[in-house]
């Protein structure tokens, strides 16, 4: 809701309750008036019962003017009205209605309570504050996963340079006394990756900055969390064009059947296809780290069913934290991960080097900003991704879907 917005609801609220204030004192006045009449008709209007209860009356009505400019607060306590009715039926009032026809009198009062009356709340000449929850109802979004499972690294240079090994000969060999020695030969390439730049921008107003300031830490807020998703996604499927990174799409290697497992597995499910992938990285000597899988498909997973309507999970599946585990590796779950997919191996031989994390900052000079009482806020990063060719079959990427389980499965 806007300041004007908010304003009309004062208004709204301070009218409503004037009214219900006039309407209560006008009721009040009216039910007293004529039950005050009865009684009078009732007792004689000479008799000491009558003058009493006069009285008292007066002073109420006495007191309620006094209290013309407070507020009267509702409480639980019975109107006015209803406590009078209840005293003029009650056992002690009747029996000093019959004294009194007798022309006895019988030292009787009605304590009647009259509406708490209290300026502790009063919201005359006030505008109540209208309620606002904190923060902002904003729609959800993923959680960023990659930048925490690969090796992250800073560099202060725009360019990043390794060297990988493209070729070697090995030379060892077992050799006799005084033999000649075999030669080995090595050969190196560098290489490099440039640093590559994520930014986003908004505007506010001078006007929003001055009523609505949490607004601006909302706003930056949302910066910080757009400019993570994007890196997140740029590492998973950027596919190295400037001004993209190279994701780790690009690093994978394709999944193949292990030579021992092609067809000489008996009723397999997608849990063998998940250790075939994790043997195929440990055939090339790496170690994975963890499994990578969309939500659904780690779903898929765990409700997977025998013939029988049992639970299929082999032994050396297991949960930790409430996070299926894989042969010992957490299977994390993302929507960032293309459904139906899921990737394997050791996330640490993908390389994330941060030349400036995210950088907010706020300006008055962009453009036509100042003449129409705008500022910009911006957000910038600068990052490169990379690995070794010589580290491609640390990672493999397959799917699980009936060809993959056609592909164990024994003749």
Same mark, same amino acid.
């Given at each position: 809701?806007?300041?004007? @917005?908010?304003?009309?609801? &004062?208004?709204?609220?301070?009218?409503?309750?004037?009214?219900?204030?006039?309407?209560?004192?006008? =009721?009040?006045?009216?039910?007293?008036?004529?039950?005050?009449?009865?009684?009078?008709? *009732?007792?004689?209007? *000479?008799?000491?019962? %009558?003058? &009493?209860?006069?009285?008292?009356?007066?002073?109420?009505?006495? *007191?309620?003017?006094? !209290?013309?400019?407070?507020?009267?607060?509702?409480?639980?306590?019975?109107?006015? *009205?209803?406590?009078?009715?209840?005293?003029?039926?009650?056992?002690?009032?009747?029996?000093?209605?019959?004294?009194?026809?007798?022309?006895?009198?019988?030292?009787?009062?009605?304590?009647?309570?009259?509406?708490?009356? +209290?300026?502790?709340?009063?919201?005359? =000449?006030?505008?109540?504050?209208?309620?606002?929850?904190?923060?902002?109802?904003?729609?959800?979004?993923? #959680?960023?996963?990659?930048?925490?499972?690969?090796?992250?690294?800073?560099?202060?240079?725009?360019?990043?340079?390794?060297?990988?090994? +493209?070729?070697?000969?090995? @030379?060892?060999?077992?050799?006799?006394?005084?033999?000649?020695?075999?030669? @080995?030969?090595?050969? %190196?390439?560098?290489?490099? !990756? #440039?640093?590559?730049?994520?930014?986003?921008?908004?505007?506010?107003?001078?006007?929003? !900055?001055?009523?609505?300031?949490?607004?601006?830490?909302?706003?930056?807020?949302?910066?910080?969390?757009?400019?993570?998703?994007?890196?997140?996604?740029?590492?998973?499927?950027?596919?190295?064009?400037?001004?993209?990174?190279?994701?780790?799409?690009?690093?994978?290697?394709?999944?193949?059947?292990?030579? &021992?497992?092609? =067809? /000489?597995?008996?009723?397999?499910?997608?849990?063998?296809?998940?250790?075939?992938?994790?043997?195929?990285?440990?055939?090339?000597?790496?170690?994975?780290?963890?499994?990578?899988?969309?939500?659904? /498909?780690?779903?898929?997973?765990?409700?997977?069913?025998?013939?029988?309507?049992?639970?299929?999970?082999?032994? %050396?599946?297991?949960?930790?934290?409430?996070?299926?585990?894989?042969?010992?590796?957490?299977?994390?779950? /993302?929507?960032?991960?293309?459904?139906?997919?899921?990737?394997?191996?050791?996330?640490?031989?993908? /390389?994330?080097?941060?030349?400036?994390?995210?950088?907010?900052?706020? %300006?008055?000079?962009?453009?036509?900003?100042?003449?129409? @009482?705008?500022?910009?806020?911006?957000?910038?990063?600068?990052?490169?991704?990379? !690995?070794?060719?010589?580290?491609?079959?640390?990672?493999?990427?397959?799917?699980? =879907?009936?060809?993959?389980?056609?592909?164990?499965?024994?003749?």
């Amino acid at each position: 809701m806007d300041k004007d @917005g908010m304003l009309q609801l &004062g208004k709204d609220l301070t009218e409503k309750a004037s009214k219900l204030i006039e309407a209560s004192e006008a =009721n009040m006045k009216t039910a007293a008036d004529t039950l005050a009449g009865e009684l009078r008709k *009732e007792l004689g209007a *000479e008799s000491e019962a %009558w003058k &009493g209860l006069q009285k008292q009356l007066d002073e109420i009505q006495t *007191e309620q003017k006094k !209290a013309a400019d407070l507020t009267i607060k509702a409480d639980e306590d019975k109107p006015i *009205e209803l406590q009078m009715k209840e005293a003029i039926a009650s056992k002690d009032f009747k029996e000093a209605q019959k004294a009194a026809k007798d022309g006895r009198y019988i030292g009787t009062s009605i304590m009647l309570k009259a509406s708490d009356i +209290t300026n502790d709340n009063s919201i005359t =000449n006030q505008i109540p504050d209208p309620m606002l929850m904190p923060g902002i109802s904003a729609s959800p979004y993923r #959680t960023p996963f990659l930048r925490d499972i690969v090796t992250t690294l800073n560099t202060n240079s725009p360019v990043i340079f390794w060297y990988e090994e +493209t070729s070697r000969t090995d @030379g060892s060999a077992a050799t006799d006394e005084a033999g000649v020695y075999t030669q @080995g030969d090595q050969a %190196w390439t560098q290489y490099e !990756a #440039t640093v590559r730049k994520i930014t986003e921008y908004q505007k506010y107003s001078d006007e929003m !900055a001055e009523d609505d300031a949490f607004l601006l830490s909302v706003m930056r807020n949302k910066l910080l969390v757009d400019l993570a998703l994007k890196l997140d996604s740029q590492q998973y499927n950027g596919n190295g064009s400037a001004p993209n990174l190279k994701g780790i799409m690009s690093y994978d290697t394709a999944y193949s059947v292990p030579t &021992g497992l092609a =067809n /000489n597995v008996d009723s397999p499910n997608y849990y063998d296809i998940l250790l075939a992938a994790h043997t195929q990285v440990t055939n090339a000597y790496f170690r994975p780290t963890a499994f990578i899988m969309h939500p659904t /498909n780690v779903a898929q997973l765990m409700t997977g069913k025998t013939s029988t309507a049992q639970y299929q999970a082999p032994p %050396w599946v297991t949960m930790n934290g409430g996070r299926l585990m894989v042969l010992g590796l957490p299977v994390i779950a /993302n929507s960032g991960v293309t459904v139906n997919t899921f990737t394997v191996g050791d996330f640490k031989k993908i /390389n994330l080097a941060i030349r400036k994390d995210i950088d907010i900052r706020l %300006w008055d000079q962009n453009s036509t900003d100042p003449i129409y @009482g705008l500022k910009t806020i911006t957000a910038t990063m600068r990052a490169a991704q990379f !690995a070794s060719a010589q580290d491609l079959a640390a990672l493999v990427t397959g799917s699980l =879907n009936q060809t993959n389980l056609d592909g164990l499965a024994s003749a």
